[in-house]
């Protein structure tokens, strides 16, 4: 592979449990820039985007938890991944909570006519204002990036959806709100819960999605949030959710869609050091960047 640009972004704005925008940092003490650099011509870390330390606000009318500064910083993703893939580099961004996912979809939707989307996740981040039960965005942006949710997130980058129903598929989902099944239903979203990855395997799991995927996208961005893991693997998420996809099985999952060639743009999302056992978590994530990334042991 020629060229790769990590964008850190160190956001903690679209939920409540602090210490995931120290996510960036963990994975690169993880040595992400070291495991990485062996695998491409060129890599640039572009630091992180910079978020500060905004005050918390509810928005009155949808009860939204910061909103306006979600909406605000994921436009600066937006455009800062838009660069890095007009100019020709892969574009790895670290979270951050996973309501950085709008931007990162907003930046990179705009380079493809069909981009696919695989949704790796104990969670279907489906949910609306209407929907939600807490009010937190990290549990919106597929739905937002579907051009379902609050204008001024569906809105981010200027143009709407980012992403059709039917190029998405949801990896390892176990923990879905009752507005998201209906959604999923409606609209048609495939998605593998962990019966499906049990009863399967997970080496159908990928067989089956890369086939679904590689015939109708003309690419496709692999949004990785670690709670899909198994808290055993990975304990340093905000919401943790027992009997997730095992070490292995993900290795697999990763080696899968390097060999497919299909993935054009990456983010892995809620590391959380506070929560984590001696940076535990970030390492997954890296080691899975390594396979991912084509990574081999022979």
């Excluded at 938890?65 to 660069?83: G, I, T």
């Excluded at 709008?102 to 279907?124: E, P």
């Excluded at 899909?228 to 993900?250: F, M, Q």
Aim: glycine fraction near 12%.
């Amino acid at each position: 592979m020629k060229s790769i640009s990590i964008i850190g972004m160190p956001m903690d704005l679209g939920q409540m449990r602090r210490g995931v925008d120290m996510g960036p940092s963990a994975i690169r003490y993880a040595g992400v820039y070291e495991r990485l650099k062996e695998l491409f011509d060129e890599i640039h870390d572009l630091g992180d985007i910079p978020i500060g330390r905004p005050e918390v606000k509810i928005d009155e009318k949808s009860n939204l938890r910061n909103l306006e500064l979600v909406a605000e910083k994921n436009l600066a993703l937006a455009e800062k991944v838009d660069e890095v893939v007009e100019s020709g580099s892969f574009p790895l961004v670290l979270g951050g909570d996973h309501s950085i996912a709008i931007g990162t979809l907003a930046g990179v939707s705009k380079h493809y006519k069909n981009l696919g989307v695989i949704w790796y996740d104990a969670h279907g981040d489906l949910n609306t204002a209407e929907t939600s039960p807490s009010g937190n965005i990290h549990g919106m942006p597929l739905a937002v990036s579907l051009g379902i949710g609050h204008p001024l997130l569906t809105e981010v980058g200027g143009f709407q959806p980012k992403v059709k129903p039917e190029h998405i598929v949801i990896i390892g989902a176990r923990s879905l709100d009752e507005g998201e099944k209906e959604l999923i239903k409606e609209k048609g979203i495939k998605v593998y819960t962990m019966h499906e990855i049990d009863r399967l395997g997970m080496t159908k799991v990928m067989e089956e999605t890369i086939a679904y995927l590689k015939g109708k996208t003309d690419g496709v961005h692999l949004s990785l949030d670690l709670d899909g893991i198994d808290p055993n693997d990975a304990p340093g998420v905000g919401t943790p959710v027992i009997g997730g996809i095992s070490y292995r099985e993900s290795h697999l999952a990763m080696e899968m869609l390097a060999e497919s060639q299909m993935i054009t743009s990456a983010e892995f999302v809620e590391v959380n050091p506070i929560l984590d056992e001696k940076n535990k978590t970030a390492s997954v994530a890296v080691a899975l960047m390594g396979s991912l990334f084509g990574e081999k042991l022979l």
